[in-house]
C-alpha cells in the first residue's frame, strides 16, 4: 500500500529545512579585559557611569540643575554618544537621572 501524501494548504508557502551551524566559540578581544581578568558588563556599565559623570561635571556651575538634565540628554543624542550606550530597561533619560541623581545641584 502507498502512503498517502498531505495535501499542502495553497495559501501557507511550504516551508524549508533550517539548517543549524554550528558558531564558533568567542573569541575575548582585548577591550573586554582587564589586568585582573575578563571585564564583565557590570564593569562596562560603572565604566560607562563614571565616563557620563565626567562629562556632566565638565559642564559649568548654574548649568547642573534638575531641567539641564534633559540639555545634556539632547547634548548626548544630537552627538550619537556611545555614552547612551548603557543597560537600562527604560527609557535613556530616566537612567541617566538615576545615574546624575548624586551630581545634580538643586534648583536656585
Same mark, same amino acid.
Given at each position: 500500500?502507498?502512503?498517502?501524501?498531505?495535501?499542502?494548504?495553497? $495559501?501557507?508557502?511550504? !516551508?524549508? /529545512?533550517? $539548517?543549524?551551524?554550528?558558531? /564558533?566559540?568567542?573569541?575575548?578581544? !582585548? $577591550?573586554?579585559?582587564?589586568?585582573?581578568?575578563?571585564? &564583565? $558588563?557590570?564593569?562596562? &556599565?560603572?565604566? %560607562?557611569?563614571? +565616563?557620563?559623570?565626567?562629562?556632566? %561635571?565638565?559642564?559649568?556651575?548654574?548649568?547642573?540643575?534638575?531641567?539641564?538634565?534633559? /540639555?545634556? *540628554? @539632547?547634548?548626548?543624542?544630537? +552627538? !550619537?554618544?556611545?555614552?547612551?550606550?548603557?543597560? *537600562?530597561? @527604560? #527609557?535613556? *533619560?530616566? @537612567?541617566?537621572? /538615576?545615574?546624575?541623581? #548624586?551630581?545634580?545641584?538643586? #534648583?536656585?
Amino acid at each position: 500500500m502507498r502512503p498517502s501524501r498531505r495535501r499542502r494548504c495553497p $495559501s501557507r508557502p511550504r !516551508q524549508r /529545512a533550517r $539548517s543549524v551551524r554550528r558558531q /564558533a566559540p568567542r573569541r575575548a578581544t !582585548q $577591550s573586554c579585559w582587564d589586568e585582573s581578568g575578563p571585564l &564583565t $558588563s557590570k564593569h562596562r &556599565t560603572s565604566e %560607562l557611569e563614571q +565616563q557620563i559623570i565626567r562629562k556632566w %561635571l565638565e559642564r559649568p556651575e548654574g548649568f547642573r540643575s534638575g531641567p539641564d538634565v534633559l /540639555a545634556f *540628554y @539632547g547634548e548626548l543624542m544630537l +552627538q !550619537q554618544s556611545p555614552l547612551l550606550g548603557f543597560p *537600562y530597561p @527604560g #527609557d535613556k *533619560y530616566q @537612567g541617566l537621572l /538615576a545615574i546624575l541623581r #548624586d551630581h545634580i545641584e538643586p #534648583d536656585p
